[in-house]
């Protein structure tokens, strides 16, 4: 890496003091290497110059918030709210039955010693930015065999000019079923940082639905990390709806550490003005008889950059593996740009994968037929556009946040 | 079928031997290994250079000397001591002007490799340039190809007599800066071969060379420049077979090709260097930087491309759209097995408005080896109606091997259409079963099968080359089932 560069964003780093050994390496690896540039592989075409050069205090429990309502909010009306505003949280919020929620102080044993067990080695240099920032690790422990009732909400909220390093550790007990829906944001045309990292232990025929809806402030910078363990019969069902940001980014890795898991990775991107939207997926078939199926889309406009990486990893002993994966670009302006790798390695022999990515306009014929039957072209456009991107939301369980979104679409795509 | 049958037939054909394993005792004049300023002089002088020449070289040798050995390809070897390679090597015998004075020795590797260059003058329609190690030794088909006005000769008798041809085009579509090995190429390179097609001419005839490197511990630094002008058509193929060797023998070649307006270029490879033996010890050392220009409007340039030899192969045959209308193709089989490592695709750069190009790429790998499409297509914002299909399939055999697909697309502009796809499966036992109850033994039954997984880009070969794919195909492949 370039030393020549530096990196006043890890201003924060250099006078604290570590606590923990994985802190301490994570800092003095931070402090060698720093942040990663359009020169590593993983960044080329997300160029976060501008968030490396930001010195930014770390937001301390009295730095003052606004929570306001968004467009989304009358879409989790039913969903118990847990508030993680500036990376701290009520310990004692109300959750359904079969839901506990703890923080390294209160948390069992055997509830702390998963903390970071379903890392990977495909760690970002912001993972090691979290392990030292990181304030107070929220965990939520779903028991074995419960239906939780009612969606959890996790409202991440940042106030301007700080960072943020939050951290979410769900464990889902075997057979228990749960609904996540995370949510951010931040005082509109303000420049934050908010640098999330989750931890998702799927136990044995445990079904966890997972959405995050990214709603920050057009100015700040959003760089998540979300890691995904499943076990034998899981399920994960991840939906990331990007929105806000000036640089928004989800790095999302899920292992299939036991057979007949399925992950359901589907995500929409909808970068405008000068957002960058990026998505880089990993999925690792460690075992055999798993499935993975990927579908993201992504609608430009204006100076809008779409970022999409996407790599399946079928490792020796995975046989029978069945993964797909599609990634969908429609470029609205001439001045928006998309950057789409998908990626396969395969090292097992008897396997069916796959992966399509396609980047282009709307039907020309649909656009005639939807004229033919009197609609204007503007109309026309913004039908086909609504039902291209909303495909990839189509399966998400929350119906209520679901349609919201859809209005959203329609809105966004009528101006 | 069993497993265990499957398994005796993978070990029974991936034991099968280098079949063009064999090696000619001629002297060589070999300058002592080693790269600096003196030798690269040396090669300059013993070639007759002009001027501009030397200096390209050692300009390109300055900036190497600077750059770091790339290590993002998806392929692992020990590092190469650039110091311990001699850079030139020729035979003793030159200037030779009828095929009685060509070594007999010389003419028997041509024999086994089968090119014999008595009946090749009879057998009309393809003139080659064989190219021994360094130097050209024969031309044919010299006299027919003046009357059209083609210029088809090695690269040193290029730069005696077209030096301003040369100096035009040199390092015009792969500058000395380009990458590492292209860099290295480029301060060191021997020979190769360049072709000029003049104005509305169509080649008479497809023109050939035979790659071959010969004499332990040297490189093979090739150069190719193919210039084809408004209107014409050329279509040019590349062959290549190399003696069993234990050392490690690096390859850097650079082709460079340009098409001026409506101008075609077909450039066909086949590529059965020693890939090292079942241990995966020695081999060659493939890394070429191909790329070819449409600068005219309504150009092509077609690349296809069978590799099955080298122990590493780094190869990304591109084509530069900048035409309006120009069409760009890759057509690819790239065949690995015991511990071959190949990391090939292309790259697409569309810059001309309604540029078209498709990408065929089939990977087979085998045994312990790793394969991988590594690709780019780009739409810049000025590519308005730019249009690409890609298609990358990848067919397992055996479970020690890897198959892994990296293609880059990127789009700027709204009126472009990318479709990629990729597949990755091992051959169907429903297939191989349907064939063996028709009769057809297991071996055969394997080779129709993955002659069909080909099909689409070794029907873009032309005749002569498409027999000698297909049977290198088998020679590799033969018997091998996942």
């Given at each position: 890496m370039n030393t020549t560069t530096t990196f006043p964003l890890l201003n924060a780093i250099n006078e604290l003091e570590t606590h923990?050994?994985?802190?301490?390496?994570?800092?003095?690896?931070?402090?060698?290497?720093?942040?990663?540039?359009?020169?590593?592989?993983?960044?080329?075409?997300?160029?976060?110059?501008?968030?490396?050069?930001?010195?930014?205090?770390?937001?301390?429990?009295?730095?003052?918030?606004?929570?306001?309502?968004?467009?989304?909010?009358?879409?989790?009306?039913?969903?118990?709210?847990?508030?993680?505003?500036?990376?701290?949280?009520?310990?004692?919020?109300?959750?359904?039955?079969?839901?506990?929620?703890?923080?390294?102080?209160?948390?069992?044993?055997?509830?702390?010693?998963?903390?970071?067990?379903?890392?990977?080695?495909?760690?970002?240099?912001?993972?090691?930015?979290?392990?030292?920032?990181?304030?107070?690790?929220?965990?939520?422990?779903?028991?074995?065999?419960?239906?939780?009732?009612?969606?959890?909400?996790?409202?991440?909220?940042?106030?301007?000019?700080?960072?943020?390093?939050?951290?979410?550790?769900?464990?889902?007990?075997?057979?228990?079923?749960?609904?996540?829906?995370?949510?951010?944001?931040?005082?509109?045309?303000?420049?934050?940082?908010?640098?999330?990292?989750?931890?998702?232990?799927?136990?044995?025929?445990?079904?966890?639905?997972?959405?995050?809806?990214?709603?920050?402030?057009?100015?700040?910078?959003?760089?998540?990390?979300?890691?995904?363990?499943?076990?034998?019969?899981?399920?994960?069902?991840?939906?990331?709806?990007?929105?806000?940001?000036?640089?928004?980014?989800?790095?999302?890795?899920?292992?299939?550490?036991?057979?007949?898991?399925?992950?359901?990775?589907?995500?929409?991107?909808?970068?405008?003005?000068?957002?960058?939207?990026?998505?880089?997926?990993?999925?690792?078939?460690?075992?055999?008889?798993?499935?993975?199926?990927?579908?993201?889309?992504?609608?430009?406009?204006?100076?809008?950059?779409?970022?999409?990486?996407?790599?399946?990893?079928?490792?020796?002993?995975?046989?029978?593996?069945?993964?797909?994966?599609?990634?969908?670009?429609?470029?609205?302006?001439?001045?928006?740009?998309?950057?789409?790798?998908?990626?396969?390695?395969?090292?097992?022999?008897?396997?069916?994968?796959?992966?399509?990515?396609?980047?282009?306009?709307?039907?020309?014929?649909?656009?005639?037929?939807?004229?033919?039957?009197?609609?204007?072209?503007?109309?026309?456009?913004?039908?086909?556009?609504?039902?291209?991107?909303?495909?990839?939301?189509?399966?998400?369980?929350?119906?209520?946040?679901?349609?919201?979104?859809?209005?959203?679409?329609?809105?966004?795509?009528?101006? | 079928m069993s497993e265990e049958s499957t398994l005796a037939d993978l070990q029974e054909y991936t034991d099968t031997d280098y079949k063009w394993g064999f090696t000619t005792d001629i002297e060589q004049d070999t300058v002592a290994k080693g790269l600096n300023e003196d030798v690269i002089r040396f090669i300059s002088k013993k070639k007759n250079e002009p001027e501009f020449l030397l200096d390209f070289r050692l300009e390109a040798f300055r900036y190497w000397q600077t750059l770091e050995e790339p290590e993002w390809a998806k392929v692992h070897y020990p590092k190469i001591d650039y110091q311990d390679i001699s850079y030139y090597s020729e035979p003793k015998k030159k200037e030779l002007k009828s095929l009685d004075e060509v070594d007999p020795e010389l003419l028997e590797t041509y024999n086994k490799l089968g090119i014999p260059l008595e009946e090749q003058k009879m057998l009309a329609g393809v003139a080659v340039d064989a190219v021994f190690d360094s130097v050209s030794i024969k031309t044919t088909f010299q006299e027919q190809l003046k009357d059209a006005g083609v210029i088809f000769c090695s690269f040193s008798e290029a730069a005696h007599d077209h030096p301003e041809l040369i100096k035009k085009y040199l390092g015009k579509v792969v500058p000395y800066k380009d990458n590492y090995f292209a860099t290295l190429n480029s301060a060191v390179f021997t020979d190769g071969s360049f072709v000029y097609i003049p104005k509305g001419v169509r080649c008479p005839m497809e023109l050939s060379t035979y790659f071959r490197i010969n004499a332990a511990g040297t490189g093979q630094f090739e150069r190719t420049l193919i210039v084809a002008e408004d209107d014409s058509y050329v279509s040019y193929l590349e062959g290549c077979t190399a003696p069993q060797r234990d050392e490690n023998q690096l390859h850097a070649a650079v082709v460079e090709l340009i098409a001026f307006d409506r101008a075609e270029i077909k450039y066909s490879t086949v590529q059965n260097w020693y890939p090292g033996d079942k241990e995966g010890k020695g081999g060659i050392y493939n890394f070429v930087t191909k790329r070819g220009r449409c600068d005219g409007e309504s150009s092509k340039i077609s690349w296809t491309q069978v590799e099955t030899g080298s122990a590493i192969t780094w190869k990304y045959p591109s084509c530069i759209l900048r035409g309006d209308n120009s069409v760009g193709e890759f057509y690819s089989v790239a065949m690995t097995n015991n511990f071959q490592q190949a990391d090939t695709g292309t790259k697409m750069v569309h810059i001309g408005k309604n540029t078209k190009s498709t990408i065929i790429s089939k990977g087979i790998s085998a045994g312990r080896s790793d394969n991988s499409y590594r690709g780019l297509v780009r739409a810049t914002k000025g590519a308005s109606g730019a249009r690409n299909y890609s298609q990358c399939d990848s067919l397992l055999i055996g479970d020690q091997c890897g198959a892994h697909t990296f293609p880059y697309i990127d789009v700027h502009n709204t009126s472009t259409s990318v479709e990629h796809e990729a597949t990755t499966s091992k051959i169907s036992e429903d297939q191989l079963f349907y064939l063996q109850q028709r009769g057809i033994d297991e071996e055969d039954a394997i080779s129709m099968v993955v002659n069909g997984f080909c099909k689409e880009v070794l029907n873009e070969l032309p005749m002569e080359f498409a027999v000698e794919a297909r049977k290198l195909l088998a020679i590799s492949l033969e018997g091998s089932v996942g």
């Open positions: 923990f050994d994985f802190q301490a390496i994570a800092k003095a690896k931070l402090q060698e290497t720093g942040l990663p540039t359009v020169r590593d592989e993983a960044w080329r075409f997300t160029d976060i110059r501008a968030l490396n050069q930001l010195d930014l205090p770390v937001a301390s429990t009295d730095t003052e918030f606004e929570d306001t309502d968004k467009w989304w909010s009358k879409g989790i009306v039913n969903a118990v709210t847990v508030p993680y505003v500036n990376g701290d949280f009520d310990i004692n919020a109300e959750l359904p039955e079969g839901v506990k929620l703890y923080t390294c102080n209160t948390a069992p044993e055997e509830l702390k010693s998963q903390i970071g067990s379903a890392l990977t080695d495909d760690k970002t240099p912001f993972v090691d930015l979290n392990h030292v920032l990181a304030k107070k690790v929220m965990i939520l422990h779903v028991s074995k065999n419960a239906d939780v009732s009612r969606v959890i909400h996790i409202k991440g909220i940042t106030s301007a000019d700080v960072q943020v390093h939050p951290r979410i550790l769900v464990i889902a007990e075997s057979f228990s079923r749960v609904q996540i829906v995370e949510t951010w944001q931040g005082p509109a045309a303000s420049r934050y940082f908010v640098n999330p990292l989750s931890e998702f232990v799927v136990n044995a025929g445990a079904i966890v639905s997972h959405t995050k809806l990214q709603d920050d402030s057009k100015t700040a910078f959003h760089i998540a990390s979300i890691f995904v363990k499943q076990y034998g019969d899981s399920q994960y069902i991840n939906h990331a709806v990007q929105f806000g940001a000036h640089v928004g980014r989800n790095d999302i890795v899920a292992e299939l550490a036991a057979s007949n898991s399925v992950c359901t990775l589907n995500g929409l991107y909808l970068p405008t003005a000068k957002q960058i939207h990026d998505t880089h997926s990993l999925v690792h078939h460690a075992m055999p008889h798993c499935e993975s199926h990927e579908l993201y889309k992504g609608a430009l406009s204006e100076k809008g950059q779409g970022v999409f990486n996407g790599a399946i990893y079928v490792h020796k002993d995975a046989q029978k593996t069945n993964a797909y994966q599609t990634n969908r670009a429609l470029l609205l302006s001439d001045n928006a740009k998309v950057n789409t790798k998908p990626q396969l390695e395969i090292y097992a022999d008897d396997v069916r994968c796959s992966h399509g990515a396609t980047i282009g306009q709307l039907d020309k014929q649909a656009m005639f037929y939807l004229q033919s039957r009197g609609l204007d072209p503007e109309v026309a456009k913004a039908m086909l556009t609504v039902a291209f991107t909303a495909e990839a939301i189509a399966d998400m369980p929350e119906v209520e946040l679901r349609d919201v979104i859809d209005d959203m679409l329609i809105e966004h795509f009528s101006n | -």
